[in-house]
């Protein structure tokens, strides 16, 4: 059992009502999985040992989450706002493993730094300001691409620093990711919602949009679903 989760939880468990022995602990799931029910009077909770290093307040927004279910009761929307922006960047940074002194946006065939500014020219009226542009140092098939909002910048997947690679497949990527930094993002129902209709709409009007989608898809492999 985890003292300082324990803890969180126990203080949660109290402030929503409950007067249950509360038994916590981190435990490896392969996903960002965590669970919560009660058996004999104990709540037993378990966490998702990714959230180990997360500060006090996600451990808390997650403790009112799963308690909230128990309870039957509606979850706050700053909780849920809190916790999935967390998860969102624990998603993308496990496809992306930081290398640290690595941001380098000149690949083998391609260099980032020029396609940004031939996007931003063409599409942005150079409105965009150039955050860092590296390319990443896992070659990722399912995430091709990520502005990373924190560090103001922009990852792209190595997997597509290749002589197969049509020019205009990572020019729609930077494309994708300079719209993230022009929309940013809204919250609905307590969820983030990045992908709004207004980004839809202007991501479409990329020139070769269907022909950049058709290659990803072959690429990631058609069964699977490849993300931004």
Known sequence: ??????????????????????????????????????????????????????????????????????????????????YNDYI?????????????????????????????????SRFFANEIYKPSLRWSKKRAYRIFGKYDRSKNEIVVSSLLDDKKTPKFVVEYIMYHEMLHIKFGFTY???????????????????PLYKESIDFLKKISGRERKFLF
Not at 88 to 104: M, R
Not at 188 to 206: D, L, P, S, Y
């Open 1 to 82: 059992m985890d003292v300082k989760l324990n803890q969180i939880i126990s203080n949660v468990s109290l402030n929503l009502g409950f007067r249950y022995k509360v038994v916590s602990d981190y435990y490896p799931y392969k996903s960002v999985k965590n669970t919560a029910r009660v058996k004999k009077g104990i709540l037993f909770v378990r966490v998702s040992d990714k959230l180990q290093e997360a500060p006090h307040d996600i451990k808390e927004a997650l403790a009112y989450i799963l308690l909230s279910k128990i309870k039957g009761i509606r979850v706050a929307p700053r909780y849920k706002r809190a």
């Open 88 to 120: 969102h960047n624990i998603i993308l940074n496990e496809s992306f493993v930081d290398a640290k002194g690595i941001h380098e946006p000149n690949g083998s065939y391609f260099n980032l730094d020029e396609i940004f500014f031939s996007i931003n």
């Open 188 to 206: 609905k129902k307590g969820r983030r919602k990045i992908h709004t209709g207004q980004f839809k709409r202007e991501e479409e009007k990329f």
